[in-house]
């Protein structure tokens, strides 16, 4: 190896050993100790007590260690930051946790040989608890043409239930369990009769098969007119901005103290989905309601008696206002004074005769309109009614008896 050879190869060495040393410096210094490898308690200075190495810091405590879970040490508990809006439904929601079922309406079908017939769902909506008996009150629309009806509970429970009656004019039906069962708690009635425009409300059911959801909002309107299921309009219905949809007909709407106001019913929306315009039948209407069918299986309601009348739909395309007389049976009393209904000319031609315009001075445009009034009578009323045939008007007082 020659000299310029040899002083390379010295360099590197030296380089690398000088590499090698600074390496070992760094670890003994991460390692908490002196380059030279002594312990740290003996590199301490002379007379100086040596320091006691730190204790490592706890580890931050998991969620379930703290007080109240997810919060943090020195910040109000949760239920502090909520707002008394949200503490009130969520009272709500915890009051009626077991006032709220899930209905069934089962059908006979033909398998596809049509050799047996088997129960299929029909269609699905909410009820709610009425009492203490069993009875779930939910829509017409929601039990009607059903053979057999299930009631899921709030516990997931599946109770077979009979139909005690129905009431198509109001869309009303009420439901009782096939068996006893524990835990359930009847809704609180409150009234319809005091509501005011903007007051909040919670709907409660269950859309498109996703039990027991909660949605809020306020009354968007009073005095509300639609047509109902059984062709005849619902007066006097709640109209609520909170989110109603297929599956929440015949669940409750409830007021801030969480007593049932209505009975969501239906939706105003070209897609079938919530639009914001829900509506429900008032609990005044249903209070009426609902005692008479646990009674007696069907609402007795005043009536003229023995008459019957034309569709409104039919009168309508035929161009005339009121409500048309169909028939008259020859043992009513309205047979007696002078009503009748349609009949046949010798061309056999359908003409109409009577025709009730007015009762108790109030203008009447339809048979709906009739039915309305009535409505608001009670068994053994007197009334006047107006009645035209063939151009000529003449009134006629009869006492209101209960239809059959």
């Not at 062709?231 to 709640?238: E, N, Q, S």
């Not at 028939?327 to 004074?337: C, F, I, P």
């Not at 048979?367 to 006629?396: C, M, N, P, Q």
């Amino acid at each position: 190896m020659d000299p310029r050879e040899r002083k390379i190869f010295c360099l590197g060495l030296l380089a690398l050993s000088l590499a090698l040393f600074a390496c070992a410096d760094t670890g003994s210094r991460q390692a908490g100790q002196p380059a030279d490898g002594r312990p740290a308690s003996e590199a301490a200075a002379p007379g100086r007590p040596a320091e006691t190495p730190a204790v490592p810091a706890a580890a931050p405590a998991s969620p379930a260690d703290s007080p109240v879970w997810g919060e943090q040490a020195g910040q109000a508990p949760l239920s502090a930051l909520l707002t008394e809006d949200e503490r009130n439904t969520i009272d709500i929601v915890r009051r009626t946790k077991n006032s709220v079922v899930y209905v069934t309406n089962l059908q006979y079908a033909r398998d596809f040989f049509f050799t047996t017939d088997e129960l299929v769902p029909q269609g699905s909506g909410s009820g709610f608890v009425w009492d203490g008996q069993g009875h779930i009150v939910t829509n017409f629309h929601v039990i009607n043409e059903g053979v057999k009806y299930m009631v899921s509970l709030p516990d997931q429970r599946q109770v077979e239930a009979t139909l005690v009656g129905r009431d198509p004019m109001k869309d009303i039906a009420v439901l009782k369990l096939g068996q006893q069962v524990g835990g359930l708690e009847p809704v609180a009635i409150g009234t319809s009769r005091d509501l005011q425009v903007g007051q909040k409300v919670i709907a409660i059911g269950n859309p498109f098969g996703f039990d027991h959801t909660i949605t809020t909002g306020i009354v968007s309107a009073l005095g509300r007119v639609m047509l109902g299921a059984g062709g005849t309009t619902i007066r006097d219905m709640i109209q609520t901005d909170a989110s109603i949809n297929p599956g929440n007909s015949g669940g409750p709407l409830l007021d801030s103290a969480g007593r049932l106001i209505g009975m969501n019913t239906m939706i105003a929306s070209p897609s079938g989905a919530s639009s914001g315009i829900g509506f429900a039948v008032p609990v005044d209407t249903i209070r009426k309601i609902v005692p008479q069918i646990i009674e007696s299986g069907k609402v007795t309601r005043p009536d003229i008696g023995g008459v019957s009348f034309v569709r409104d739909e039919a009168a309508r395309r035929a161009g005339i206002e009121g409500a048309v007389v169909l028939d008259v049976a020859r043992s009513s009393e309205a047979y007696q004074l002078g009503l009748r209904g349609v009949y046949r000319d010798n061309y056999g031609r359908l003409l109409i005769r009577d025709v009730i315009t007015g009762l108790d001075g109030t203008k009447i445009k339809s048979y709906d309109d009739l039915f309305a009034g009535l409505d608001s009578h009670k068994i053994g009323d007197t009334v006047t009614l107006t009645v035209g045939r063939e151009g000529k008007t003449r009134t006629v007082t009869m006492r209101l008896v209960g239809n059959d």
